[in-house]
DNA sequence: CTTTCGAATTGACATAGATCAATAACATTG
DNA sequence: CAATGTTATTGATCTATGTCAATTCGAAAG
């Protein structure tokens, strides 16, 4: 059942009782997107924060000079959306893309605000999920500073698991800010 | 008075009653560093995070080649620590150094989640927090995939203003994640 | 007002990665 | 299994930035 994957993230990163969780799923609702298809787009208001079932998505903008540049990508039991439109309560700036055809669940901006009113734990529980988003992203600033692509390219596979399967290079390219040309070099390198 | 700073700081973040203030006040400790010297150094275990009431630091670390990379600068109002290695409770791999003479609060992690427990508005507190360190450092990261050393350059200054004059040139752009000469150079065109 | 020493600048050259263009490999669809 | 479109690779240049060495600037100390 679909629940039961979130339930089990919940319980693997804060102490709940039965009912806590069950608020929590009580508001949650399901969503299917083919792949290809839009999760989200900018201009969008963004009322939902969205958690990975089953599938693979890629969040990502595009720059003043029309340049792309994906941000995330989203397997199973990690958390997706606009966070900063989410937060702030502003217009997206993101498109969210299905790289797989995917099932998710997702909240209301609204209903968040009442359970972290109403089960404070869940304040707990995703201060320590964006805790963990910070370190990982700080430590993907760093990569960039003291590594070239090779040791990126390894590091980014062996972050992202099994991920090279999923995921086109030139997607695996963009998140690592190089071009496709330069990722298959590199990547001929490491095969000799 | 030092306590001020911070509960000024809560205040604009939280709803809190003045117990709650003086719950968190109660448990914070002073310390002064003076320019050149060190709050935190690696391999110590991270007890503390700070928050600056006046001065400057610098947060940063050496990576396996030897390379120094600048993390964060921290000046009034904000909080500095390894995060990581405090959320973590694992030896700290950063250096923190005062770039001026600098005054601080620190609050011990025990306490911390004392009054995590006791006063759940502080989980709001600093989810929100780290929810704004998040987005920026965000916009660190596509920053760099975006824009050129000027544009940068021209950014930074804007988000830290005047941070120009209290902190060197070489720190400026090692935080960029360039050379001082390609920075020098750059800062030469600007003005042309 | 000089001396000193770290910081900033400048010049000459090297290089990782970008760009552009062509081709090859793969996958999807009729 | 052909046909078509998409993705990956390869080659030939170009460019932003790095590296190394020399010089100048500027602030602190005598």
């Not at 990163?13 to 508001?27: A, I, P, Q, R």
């Not at 997607?171 to 095969?191: C, F, H, M, W």
Request: aromatic share 14%.
């Amino acid at each position: 059942m679909m629940h039961q994957s979130i339930a089990n993230h919940i319980h693997s990163h804060v102490n709940v009782t039965e009912s806590d969780t069950h608020l929590f799923t009580s508001v949650l609702n399901e969503i299917s997107v083919a792949k290809g298809q839009f999760l989200l787009k900018p201009g969008t208001s963004v009322k939902h924060e969205y958690f990975v079932v089953k599938g693979c998505l890629k969040a990502y903008y595009i720059d003043d000079k029309g340049n792309r540049h994906i941000i995330q990508f989203a397997v199973e039991n990690w958390w997706v959306g606009d966070f900063d439109a989410f937060y702030k309560q502003v217009p997206s700036k993101l498109y969210i893309e299905a790289i797989e055809d995917s099932q998710l669940l997702f909240i209301n901006y609204n209903s968040l605000q009442k359970i972290y009113s109403e089960a404070p734990i869940f304040e707990r529980y995703f201060r320590i999920l964006i805790t963990k988003a910070f370190i990982a992203q700080r430590k993907r600033i760093l990569s960039t500073l003291e590594k070239h692509t090779q040791e990126r390219y390894i590091e980014f596979c062996t972050s992202y698991p099994n991920i090279e399967d999923r995921v086109p290079n030139y997607d695996i390219a963009n998140y690592l800010g190089v071009t496709p040309e330069n990722l298959s070099r590199v990547r001929k390198q490491l095969k000799n």
